[in-house]
């Protein structure tokens, strides 16, 4: 009785607000950038591949699992752009009851202000499907206090079981190159034009979200050899911040590379006050690098929550694939004498965590 008084819960949270209120997230917001903010689009030089796995709640029987798949290209090769990317991402929550998928292009702009600063802008254009088993959900009207689900329900489902629609989000960045770091501050727009998520007769417009983001790189190492990325040691502090239908959240912690090895924390929490919804995520991942320009990441991070009355919903483990080319391009840089298209299109590349 105790599950299914869990999994009741847990629907109606669904219906009432998860459906057509929040989109799906990942802990390792550091490795799904382009997922928060199209503007990190070819940010850094080559392909990049990303493979996302996310559980959530796993305690409790409606768990979340997410999967992502996302992947970029920088294009240095024609002035001011950026790079161009795609998703494909699907979120199941509550045994599969509920499913949301969308796929999407994501173009980029890269814009030159100094000889130690550029400017990108993106957008990300999808199209998005959320869809409801409605025969498998358990109303309150259904459950006697001892025999459990038995009744009829009232409950009068709509005639379709998804509904789709297009979608749009932009987002800006900057990103700053010194001696020995580099760091990135931007922030995006997600569900610029509200599109209806009505399941009824009428309009429920998707509330917008609002991400904002900073974090640095600290090089300890210069004048790396042939595995470059797997001899120095770094430190990637950061701070996130996400607020979507009055519900917020705030991120801040460090990752740490030695050595082929990743190591990172990060406490994330709704307010500043310790007696609500925080909790800790710990990553730990390895990079293998196949060449000077090929490697491959591993990464795997564990939240819990800290505060006892939500200890029950259990952690969250999430797994993310990186595979990254630095030699792979669409179009082959021209050679242009122009000192202004050099610094546009031949920027300062900055080191990669």
């Known amino acids: 009785?105790?599950?299914?008084?869990?999994?009741?819960?847990?629907?109606?949270?669904?219906?009432?607000?998860?459906?057509?209120?929040?989109?799906?997230?990942?802990?390792?917001?550091?490795?799904?950038?382009?997922?928060?903010?199209?503007?990190?689009?070819?940010?850094?030089?080559?392909?990049?591949?990303?493979?996302?796995?996310?559980?959530?709640?796993?305690?409790?029987?409606?768990?979340?699992?997410?999967?992502?798949?996302?992947?970029?290209?920088?294009?240095?090769?024609?002035?001011g752009a950026g790079g161009l990317g795609i998703i494909v991402a699907n979120h199941s929550a509550s045994q599969g009851l509920v499913n949301h998928t969308i796929v999407g292009i994501m173009p980029s702009v890269r814009v030159p202000i100094a000889d130690y600063m550029i400017m990108q802008l993106g957008i990300q254009a999808t199209f998005v499907q959320k869809r409801i088993n409605w025969d498998n959900l358990i109303f309150p009207d259904q459950l006697d206090p001892r025999y459990g689900n038995i009744y009829p329900t009232s409950f009068m489902a709509p005639n379709a079981n998804k509904i789709t629609y297009p979608d749009f989000s932009a987002g800006l960045l900057f990103q700053f190159k010194g001696n020995n770091v580099s760091g990135v501050v931007g922030g995006a727009l997600h569900h610029l034009t509200r599109p209806n998520e009505s399941w009824y007769e009428g309009t429920s417009p998707l509330p917008r979200k609002w991400v904002a983001h900073i974090d640095l790189i600290?090089?300890?190492?210069?004048?790396?050899?042939?595995?470059?990325?797997?001899?120095?040691?770094?430190?990637?502090?950061?701070?996130?911040?996400?607020?979507?239908?009055?519900?917020?959240?705030?991120?801040?912690?460090?990752?740490?590379?030695?050595?082929?090895?990743?190591?990172g924390i990060w406490y994330k929490n709704e307010s500043f006050e310790y007696d609500t919804y925080s909790l800790l995520s710990f990553m730990g991942g390895i990079n293998i690098p196949f060449s000077d320009v090929a490697n491959l990441k591993l990464m795997?991070?564990?939240?819990?929550?800290?505060?006892?009355?939500?200890?029950?919903?259990?952690?969250?483990?999430?797994?993310?694939?990186i595979m990254e080319f630095d030699d792979i391009s669409l179009f082959q840089p021209k050679v242009v004498g122009s000192a202004r298209y050099r610094r546009g299109n031949e920027p300062m590349e900055c080191s990669p965590f």
């Open 1 to 79: 009785m105790k599950r299914k008084f869990t999994l009741l819960i847990l629907l109606n949270f669904l219906l009432t607000c998860g459906i057509t209120a929040q989109d799906f997230d990942f802990s390792q917001w550091y490795n799904n950038p382009t997922y928060y903010n199209p503007a990190y689009v070819g940010l850094t030089s080559g392909l990049k591949a990303r493979f996302t796995y996310r559980r959530q709640m796993v305690k409790v029987p409606a768990s979340f699992r997410t999967y992502s798949f996302s992947a970029d290209v920088a294009e240095r090769g024609l002035p």
């Open 218 to 263: 600290w090089d300890f190492e210069q004048n790396r050899g042939f595995y470059r990325r797997s001899s120095s040691f770094k430190i990637n502090p950061g701070f996130f911040y996400q607020s979507q239908n009055k519900l917020s959240y705030f991120a801040f912690g460090s990752n740490f590379y030695f050595t082929h090895v990743y190591l």
């Open 300 to 321: 795997y991070s564990y939240d819990f929550v800290i505060y006892p009355e939500f200890s029950f919903t259990g952690p969250t483990h999430e797994i993310t694939l």
